[in-house]
């Protein structure tokens, strides 16, 4: 349920502020990635990875793409060997997507590349602020990943 708490709705301005570094981190390493893959197949790795074997319409779904578009996606991902395609057990006329070792690969390769980034603040650091942001980090990681089942449960 949304906040009407003045006192939190105030923070958000100042929540902007302070994640701007670890936001540029990651569109740092997100526009290495894009160069060598492109955003909107990655964001269908990160999707199938999240959400394990899929089939197309709900890798659409979760990407909010329509049932064309997440087809001719998926086939260039199958085609580079980033996922596998393959009819679904329970419907013939359905294709199942899977990510594969090398599909795994370049989400690995993404993480590196943060983690990477992230090593020289964090040695930067004292142990008291790096406990805070683990903390804080956690806490927002977690709201975020309930707020996005309980949509994804409501069909939102």
């Known amino acids: 349920m949304p906040s009407t708490n003045p006192a939190v709705e105030a923070k958000l301005s100042e929540l902007e502020r ?8 990651n569109v740092s390493a997100l526009e290495q990635m894009e160069q060598r893959i ?7 790795l ?26 001719r996606l998926s086939d ?20 199942l997507l899977e990510l594969t070792d090398a599909g795994r690969a370049v989400l690995d ?28 980090a956690g806490a927002f990681t977690a709201a975020y990943q309930e707020l996005t089942e309980r949509s994804q449960a409501d069909g939102r």
């Open 46 to 71: 990160q999707a199938l990875e999240r959400l394990g074997p899929s089939l197309v319409t709900g890798l659409g779904d979760d990407l909010g793409l329509l049932p064309s578009t997440a087809s």
């Open 18 to 25: 302070a994640t701007r570094g670890l936001l540029a981190l």
């Open 109 to 136: 390769e993404l993480i590196g590349l943060r983690v990477e980034a992230f090593g020289p603040v964090i040695r930067h650091m004292t142990e008291a602020d790096i406990a805070a942001l683990m903390q804080g």
């Open 76 to 95: 260039r991902l199958a085609d580079a060997g980033y996922i596998t395609r393959r009819v679904a057990p329970t419907n013939r006329r359905a294709t």
């Open 38 to 44: 492109g955003l909107a197949p990655l964001r269908a």
